[in-house]
């Protein structure tokens, strides 16, 4: 009797660890305890090195380095004047050609038709002087009363004046039907170039001035007044401050685990304790071998995908470059 109370405590021990270890899974107990899975990666990198698109001398500067600046904040100028001087030029020669296009589709005044008519009917005037000159001369030839060279010459006078009255003829038709389509195309074709030319030279004024193209801190103040700089001289290095992304990595074996839209929690080791809510933004469809700035337990030469997440609401100990960890639910959290 005292030998068999041992062994039933022993069996009882025995059930009781059994219980405990089997009815747990069976419930789902041990599902739930793997709700997160855990990846590694760093604060994107994102720097903007600004140059002027025209060149030019360095008027003002107007922002110094570690200066935090709003998107379209003016940063620096360059002397404009040159640029002030081509917008009137293209300016005036739009103002030039489009009175000549003007000037075509309008057609002759009714005083410049008046005008040719008088001279035309000036030239039948002396055509017909011309012609009697010639017929007096040409009756008198026969009597020896003139020579054959008056002759000659009054029978030119009247051939040059019969020209003349046929020029003047085109002339006045000349204005009555007005400018030809073709002129009235070609001066608009040329008004057209002109008024690109101007936008051009009004672009390059605009781009005298280098404008922040997003919020950021100014890392590097490059040039100083007074420099003489082109289209490809950096001026300013500015870092941007939104949106923050997180670069990671995620193995082969785990890629079905996650897809664009699934929620992240972002934490970093200046702050463990304060999780950022980020999303998945993007994943390569190209693998790579892991680089070797990322943290994880996976060997080196495995393959991987790069993913990148956005933070939604991000705080200033997110800094670029530095590591950070990301917890992403399970797929079988996700699907729930």
Do not use: C
């Not at 899974?25 to 903007?48: C, M, P, S």
């Not at 996976?298 to 995908?305: H, K, N, S």
Request: hydrophobic share 45%.
């Amino acid at each position: 009797m005292n030998r068999a109370i041992p062994v039933a405590i022993l069996l009882a021990g025995a059930v009781a660890a059994g219980w405990w270890y089997d009815v747990p899974a069976r419930l789902g107990w041990a599902q739930q305890a793997e709700k997160h899975f855990t990846l590694y990666g760093n604060v994107d990198i994102r720097q903007v090195s600004l140059a002027f698109r025209v060149n030019g001398r360095i008027e003002e500067a107007l922002v110094d380095e570690g200066d935090a600046v709003r998107r379209g904040a003016v940063l620096a100028r360059l002397d404009e004047e040159p640029y002030d001087y081509a917008v009137r030029s293209a300016e005036a020669n739009v103002a030039a050609l489009r009175a000549t296009l003007d000037k075509l589709k309008a057609g002759p005044r009714a005083t410049e038709i008046a005008q040719a008519s008088a001279s035309y009917n000036e030239s039948l005037a002396d055509l017909e002087n011309a012609s009697l000159a010639y017929d007096r001369a040409r009756q008198l030839r026969p009597q020896g009363t003139i020579s054959q060279a008056n002759l000659d010459q009054a029978t030119a006078a009247r051939a040059m004046a019969a020209a003349r009255a046929e020029s003047a003829k085109q002339a006045l038709a000349l204005l009555k039907e007005g400018s030809r389509a073709e002129d009235i195309a070609a001066a608009a074709a040329q008004l057209k170039a002109a008024e690109a030319t101007l936008e051009t030279a009004r672009t390059s004024l605009a781009d005298t001035k280098l404008l922040a193209p997003n919020d950021g801190i100014i890392l590097s103040r490059i040039k100083e007044p007074g420099a003489i700089v082109s289209s490809a001289d950096p001026v300013y290095v500015l870092s941007l401050t939104e949106p923050v992304w997180i670069r990671s990595y995620v193995a082969e074996t785990d890629l079905g685990r996650i897809h664009p839209g699934m929620k992240v929690k972002v934490t970093s080791d200046t702050k463990p304790d304060q999780a950022y809510d980020g999303t998945i933004g993007f994943i390569s469809p190209v693998a790579e071998f892991t680089p070797k700035s990322v943290e994880t337990p996976e060997l080196r030469t495995d393959l991987v995908y790069r993913l990148r997440v956005v933070i939604e609401k991000p705080g200033p100990d997110l800094r670029q470059g530095m590591p950070v960890t990301l917890r992403l639910p399970s797929l079988q959290t996700a699907e729930k």
